[in-house]
């Protein structure tokens, strides 16, 4: 298992747009989009998570890593459905209207101070890559917490954080037809 120096938000390279792995460049990135996978993996097994001081996450970013590419990894398993992404130069081609938060907002292996309020995020998108664990082009569709990791993944690409999102003057403003996960 690698265990993978992450980057906080106090460094620069987490505000930077990365750059877009091309054709030629996809199998060179392969082994450590799929370490990435297994850190995800790795970092939600309590035993594991502990003797390593991990924190546990679903989805790492390559600027997280300091590796300015675009390339993202996503891990979620809540006892019902599993969900596993390596993507290479993902995109989101359409997002619902209807958006979702978590409840008790949400956090970031790259963020260690605290930041209350709500990060709203479109409640179900249709995202393009290229999927290392299929090893071709997808196009595939999200909601609920996949999207809301996807979406937060995706804008460490951009060089954009979750509180970026929160609202300065009502951090905690409802809006009512958001679904509250
Ligand atoms: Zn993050």
């Known amino acids: ?20 792995i091309s054709n030629e460049q996809l199998s060179e990135y ?3 989009g799929l ?8 970092s939600q097994d309590e035993d594991i998570a502990n003797k ?3 924190q546990p996450g679903i989805g790492l970013a390559a600027p997280q890593i300091n590796k300015n590419i675009r390339l993202i990894a996503i891990y ?16 989101i081609i359409s997002k619902s209207v209807k958006l979702s938060y978590l409840r008790n907002g949400e956090g970031c ?23 290392y664990l299929d090893d071709k082009i997808v196009t595939f569709k999200a909601k609920d917490l996949l999207a809301i990791a996807l979406q937060h993944e995706i804008d460490h690409l951009d060089g954009i954080l979750y509180y970026d999102h929160i609202d300065k003057k009502e951090p905690f403003k409802i809006i009512e037809s958001a679904i509250a996960m």
């Open 109 to 131: 292996l790259s963020v260690k101070n605290n930041h209350p309020g709500f990060v709203y995020r479109n409640y179900k998108i249709t995202v393009e890559a290229y999927s």
């Open 30 to 32: 392969k082994p450590l």
């Open 52 to 54: 390593y001081h991990i």
């Open 35 to 42: 370490e990435m996978l297994d850190y995800l993996k790795m």
């Open 1 to 20: 298992m690698k265990l993978f120096n992450i980057v906080l938000d106090s460094n620069k390279s987490l505000r930077e747009k990365s750059k877009s």
């Open 76 to 91: 979620i398993n809540d006892g019902e459905n599993s969900y596993e992404y390596v993507l290479a130069n993902p995109v």
